[in-house]
């Protein structure tokens, strides 16, 4: 049970990265602190989607599944949770680089968009 629990608080910090990632931007807005947080989370978060590697946190969560009595699986956290939610089919090579550049698009926007609102 312990390890089921320690699982699925693995799964929540992956989403949160995950929603960091994307809406962290708009946090630097109030937390300007925050970018040095956010943009080597964008950059590793864009990194793992474009070149396909596997998060870190999966093999993790992988490991306590299995100690505690369940399956664990062969692909990422993405491929796993998030894309049958938002894909109903398979995404291809070509639309995981796309997810990586609208990352690094939304980001570089917002921080531009953050810079001249410095610098006036």
Known sequence: ?????????????????????????????????????????????????????????????????QTAGNEAYSSGFIERYLVPVIYPSGLNREMFIAMGVVVIVINVILYTILFLKCKR
């Open 1 to 65: 049970m312990l390890y089921q629990i320690a699982a699925d608080f693995i799964v929540l910090i992956h989403f949160s990265f995950i929603v960091f990632v994307l809406i962290g931007g708009f946090l630097v807005f109030k937390w300007r602190w925050l970018i040095w947080l956010h943009i080597p989370a964008a950059i590793w978060g864009a990194l793992i989607v474009m070149v396909g590697w596997i998060c870190p946190l999966t093999p993790i969560e992988n490991m306590l599944r």
